[in-house]
């Protein structure tokens, strides 16, 4: 057994408004710079929609992920072999107008125009030639709330599979939010397309990070990893992605999109897991299967044979009890509300979702009689259809999101007969029975869900440097470096002690 | 003249600025080891070009170890005659040679009509482009052209003895002097261009990730570069 810690992130998809004020923070802190424009670490999708960028969940184009050949875990793009022989051109990748051709206007005419019949105008100028652009075609978000209708939503991959039960009948239209940051999965492909070893997990917390020395720009993470959350910065030929906000997490603080959160759907914490079993978790045969088995691979922060084992191998004291209060260990292994993002890509992605409860059911003749197990037969007339929750969120097994819904939609009836009562008990019962789970447990979820506050939602132990860290050795090396020895540079006198 | 300079100091001043130049830029420029990719501005010209230049300049790199590194002795001892190696480097050279040729081209031509990858194109990038094109096409010239029509030229007597001389530091530089005009300038050229690898972006040919069949699919680091606990 293999202990290892990996910060994790839920996103309660019934609480986002859509607002993209995680994108926007983002981006001011991480990727306005010449070369990053078209880049959005974090972005919000609205689902159905091609997405960010363009059709990014079709495997068949970009190739990204894992896939089972002859009982193996294969990258889907091919293995070093096949990458080496094809180096000189990536057939995978995407193209910058995948995403889009990012621009400004040509704010100073509106100054310098002569006096004239008409008003100036700002002309949009590509931020990639510093030309006019006649028009642009696509931008972020351009498709945001279902902008683009009937031309736009049949480009989503999840909807072209599940045609038949989609319509497009402006009465039966349907849309979530879905936003994304990079995954930090456990069996990242990403990493493992990476020609130059740039890319790796950190040990201490699982974030996934591309080393800018190592990096060489071959490109076969872009499209390697199946969320296209590597980036290419096409200033400094390298790649770049999501880093869970490190800098902010070592200090214990959340990250910006999380921070920033209006509706406060994100949730952070720590979890534990056995890294010995991840391929094997990876390599389950039946797509279905793989969301059981990446649970198979978290472990009980409250099992002492664990505690003693994760203490042995260097997980400190405050993160074995941060993994205890995390909420993510709570909603997503404990209650099994939040799911994996795609489980299908066998990356096992560690930003958990809670599928969306909110818009209205379909063909709910008398709402006064939905009281409690009106609910039961409810919830699979869902507004969003449950096999588009399933397409994204559990690779097609419509019972995982089933199970997830009844238990959302119990906590709602149990909470609301608690607050203001009028239901029958009996039936409350039977629908706790069919979502197998109790009122201790709902009322747990409830208050997690709606009420936790900062220090709930965001339970993130500090990087402790001092444990692992010469700090004698440190003193006076950092700031001015060139000067000073730099940091981490065994330099006489400072002769680093053995034992560290 | 001609004799000292160009083929006994000349080829030494290009090695020394590729080693130490090479070195330099690893130790001091260790970021910009790659060749910067306009790949996500432009991609259907760049499948044509890049990928037949670079197969086309991998054979033509393996064709001039064959005639020039491999002494004509090596081919004595195995049994094959000189009618026999010509054909065989006729036809392989001038297919490797039209293979870099028609790449460079499709590549420049990209480069030169498509704005955004234009735009960032650097005078490094028209530099190297251009010289081995005419390198290239010098080449595939001689190996095509004048081999077939003038003189089957017997490099292996000359220019491989004289090449291979300059890395025991005894150049058999009179070996040069009789040797075709044509020859001379690929020559000359070809060590003007080893001397400008470390200055432009072939560079990367040194990043090639030879050891990624080999290692680990998944990379796990410490925070701390140097703690490998």
């Given at each position: 057994m293999?202990?290892?810690?990996?910060?994790a992130?839920?996103?309660?998809?019934?609480?986002?408004?859509?607002?993209?004020?995680?994108?926007?923070?983002?981006?001011?802190?991480?990727?306005?710079?010449?070369?990053?424009?078209?880049?959005?670490?974090?972005?919000v999708?609205?689902?159905?929609?091609p997405?960010?960028?363009?059709?990014?969940?079709?495997?068949?184009?970009y190739k990204?992920?894992?896939?089972?050949?002859?009982?193996?875990?294969h990258?889907?793009?091919?293995?070093?072999i096949?990458k080496?022989?094809?180096?000189?051109?990536?057939?995978?990748?995407?193209?910058m107008d995948?995403?889009?051709?990012?621009?400004?206007?040509?704010f100073?005419?509106?100054?310098?125009?002569?006096?004239?019949?008409?008003?100036p105008?700002?002309?949009?100028?590509?931020?990639?030639?510093?030309?006019?652009i006649?028009?642009?075609?696509?931008?972020?978000?351009?498709?945001?709330?279902?902008a683009?209708g009937?031309e736009?939503?049949?480009?989503?991959?999840?909807?072209q599979?599940?045609?038949?039960?989609?319509?497009?009948?402006?009465?039966?239209?349907?849309?979530?939010?879905?936003?994304?940051?990079?995954?930090h999965?456990?069996?990242?492909s990403?990493v493992?397309?990476?020609?130059?070893?740039?890319?790796?997990?950190?040990?201490?917390?699982?974030?996934?990070?591309?080393?800018?020395?190592?990096?060489?720009?071959?490109?076969?993470?872009?499209?390697?990893?199946?969320?296209?959350?590597?980036?290419?910065?096409?200033?400094?030929?390298?790649?770049?992605?999501?880093?869970?906000?490190?800098?902010?997490?070592?200090?214990?603080?959340?990250?910006?999109?999380?921070?920033?959160?209006v509706?406060?759907?994100?949730?952070?914490?720590?979890?534990?897991?056995?890294?010995d079993?991840?391929?094997?978790?990876?390599?389950?045969?039946?797509?279905?299967?793989?969301?059981?088995?990446?649970?198979?691979?978290?472990?009980?922060?409250?099992?002492?044979?664990?505690?003693?084992?994760?203490?042995?191998?260097?997980?400190?004291h405050?993160?074995?009890?941060?993994?205890?209060?995390?909420?993510?260990?709570?909603?997503a292994m404990?209650?099994k509300?939040?799911?994996?993002?795609?489980p299908?890509y066998?990356?096992?992605?560690?930003?958990?979702?809670?599928?969306?409860?909110s818009?209205?059911?379909?063909h709910?003749?008398?709402?006064?009689?939905?009281?409690?197990?009106?609910?039961?037969?409810?919830?699979?007339?869902?507004?969003i259809?449950m096999?588009?929750?399933?397409?994204l969120?559990?690779?097609?097994?419509?019972?995982?999101?089933?199970?997830?819904?009844?238990?959302?939609?119990?906590?709602?009836?149990?909470?609301?007969?608690?607050?203001?009562?009028g239901?029958?008990?009996?039936?409350?019962?039977?629908?706790?029975?069919?979502?197998?789970?109790t009122?201790?447990?709902?009322?747990?979820?409830?208050?997690l869900?709606?009420?936790?506050?900062?220090?709930?939602?965001?339970?993130?132990?500090?990087?402790?440097?001092?444990?692992?860290?010469?700090?004698h050795?440190?003193?006076?090396?950092?700031?001015?470096?060139?000067?000073?020895p730099?940091?981490?540079?065994?330099?006489?006198?400072?002769?680093?002690?053995?034992?560290? | 003249?001609e004799?000292?300079?160009?083929?006994?100091i000349?080829?030494?001043?290009c090695?020394?600025?590729?080693?130490?130049?090479?070195?330099?830029?690893?130790?001091?420029?260790?970021?910009?080891?790659?060749?910067?990719?306009?790949?996500?501005?432009?991609?259907?010209?760049?499948r044509?070009?890049?990928?037949?230049f670079?197969?086309?300049?991998?054979?033509?790199?393996?064709?001039?170890?064959?005639?020039?590194l491999?002494?004509?002795?090596?081919?004595?001892?195995?049994?094959i005659?000189?009618?026999f190696?010509?054909?065989?480097?006729?036809?392989?050279?001038?297919?490797?040679?039209?293979?870099?040729?028609?790449g460079?081209?499709?590549?420049?031509?990209?480069?030169?009509?498509?704005?955004?990858?234009?735009?960032?194109?650097?005078?490094?990038?028209?530099?190297t482009?251009?010289?081995?094109?005419?390198?290239?096409?010098?080449?595939?010239?001689?190996?095509?052209?004048?081999?077939?029509?003038?003189?089957?030229?017997?490099?292996?007597?000359?220019?491989?003895?004289?090449?291979?001389?300059?890395?025991?530091?005894?150049?058999?530089?009179?070996?040069?002097l009789?040797?075709?005009?044509?020859f001379?300038v690929?020559?000359?050229?070809?060590?003007?261009?080893?001397?400008s690898?470390?200055?432009?972006?072939?560079?990367?040919?040194?990043?090639?990730p030879?050891r990624?069949?080999?290692?680990?699919?998944q990379?796990?680091?410490?925070?701390?570069?140097?703690?490998?606990?």
């Amino acid at each position: 057994m293999k202990i290892k810690a990996q910060v994790a992130m839920v996103m309660h998809l019934d609480k986002c408004i859509g607002c993209h004020t995680c994108s926007v923070t983002c981006k001011n802190v991480w990727t306005n710079r010449p070369g990053m424009e078209y880049v959005w670490y974090n972005n919000v999708e609205t689902r159905p929609g091609p997405g960010y960028p363009k059709e990014w969940e079709n495997t068949d184009r970009y190739k990204g992920g894992w896939v089972m050949r002859n009982g193996k875990l294969h990258l889907r793009a091919g293995g070093p072999i096949s990458k080496l022989a094809n180096i000189f051109y990536n057939p995978n990748m995407a193209e910058m107008d995948d995403f889009y051709e990012p621009w400004t206007y040509d704010f100073q005419h509106l100054h310098q125009s002569p006096k004239k019949e008409h008003l100036p105008v700002a002309r949009p100028i590509s931020m990639i030639t510093g030309k006019y652009i006649d028009k642009p075609e696509w931008g972020p978000n351009w498709d945001d709330d279902l902008a683009g209708g009937s031309e736009i939503v049949p480009m989503d991959p999840n909807v072209q599979k599940l045609q038949e039960h989609i319509a497009m009948e402006y009465e039966k239209t349907f849309m979530m939010y879905l936003p994304r940051i990079c995954e930090h999965c456990l069996n990242p492909s990403c990493v493992a397309s990476c020609p130059s070893g740039a890319l790796y997990k950190r040990d201490e917390d699982g974030i996934v990070l591309v080393d800018q020395d190592a990096c060489r720009g071959w490109r076969f993470c872009m499209n390697g990893c199946p969320y296209h959350k590597v980036y290419y910065n096409w200033n400094t030929h390298k790649a770049e992605k999501c880093n869970f906000c490190y800098p902010r997490t070592e200090a214990g603080l959340p990250t910006i999109c999380s921070e920033t959160c209006v509706g406060r759907i994100r949730y952070i914490g720590v979890v534990l897991y056995d890294a010995d079993r991840v391929k094997e978790a990876a390599s389950v045969e039946d797509p279905k299967d793989l969301y059981e088995a990446q649970l198979s691979v978290f472990l009980d922060p409250f099992d002492p044979e664990v505690i003693e084992e994760a203490q042995k191998q260097g997980i400190n004291h405050s993160w074995i009890e941060s993994a205890q209060s995390s909420p993510v260990y709570k909603m997503a292994m404990k209650w099994k509300i939040a799911l994996p993002l795609h489980p299908e890509y066998r990356t096992l992605p560690m930003v958990w979702y809670v599928p969306p409860l909110s818009p209205i059911m379909n063909h709910i003749t008398n709402e006064q009689e939905l009281t409690a197990d009106g609910y039961i037969p409810a919830v699979d007339q869902m507004r969003i259809p449950m096999e588009y929750l399933a397409s994204l969120l559990a690779a097609d097994d419509t019972d995982v999101i089933r199970r997830v819904l009844l238990k959302m939609a119990a906590m709602r009836v149990h909470m609301r007969e608690k607050t203001v009562g009028g239901a029958d008990k009996l039936k409350i019962s039977k629908l706790l029975e069919e979502a197998k789970t109790t009122p201790e447990e709902l009322e747990d979820m409830a208050r997690l869900l709606a009420v936790a506050k900062y220090n709930e939602r965001f339970v993130i132990p500090t990087g402790r440097r001092e444990m692992v860290e010469d700090l004698h050795y440190k003193q006076g090396a950092c700031s001015i470096e060139e000067l000073a020895p730099a940091e981490g540079m065994v330099t006489y006198p400072f002769e680093r002690s053995e034992n560290q | 003249m001609e004799q000292i300079f160009w083929w006994t100091i000349f080829p030494y001043i290009c090695g020394a600025i590729l080693i130490v130049g090479a070195f330099y830029r690893f130790i001091f420029r260790g970021k910009s080891l790659y060749a910067p990719s306009t790949e996500i501005f432009e991609k259907k010209w760049l499948r044509m070009g890049s990928v037949i230049f670079h197969y086309g300049i991998i054979f033509a790199f393996i064709g001039h170890v064959m005639g020039v590194l491999i002494p004509i002795g090596v081919y004595e001892a195995l049994g094959i005659n000189e009618h026999f190696y010509h054909f065989g480097a006729i036809a392989g050279g001038g297919v490797a040679g039209l293979m870099v040729v028609f790449g460079l081209v499709v590549m420049i031509a990209r480069k030169l009509s498509f704005p955004k990858v234009r735009v960032h194109t650097t005078f490094a990038d028209y530099f190297t482009i251009g010289l081995l094109l005419i390198i290239a096409a010098l080449g595939t010239y001689m190996t095509l052209i004048f081999s077939t029509t003038v003189v089957a030229y017997e490099y292996r007597l000359t220019i491989g003895p004289w090449f291979r001389s300059i890395f025991t530091f005894q150049p058999l530089s009179n070996l040069m002097l009789g040797i075709p005009p044509l020859f001379k300038v690929h020559v000359v050229l070809s060590f003007f261009f080893f001397a400008s690898i470390p200055f432009t972006q072939m560079i990367h040919m040194f990043s090639f990730p030879a050891r990624y069949p080999t290692r680990a699919p998944q990379q796990y680091r410490s925070r701390n570069g140097y703690d490998k606990s």
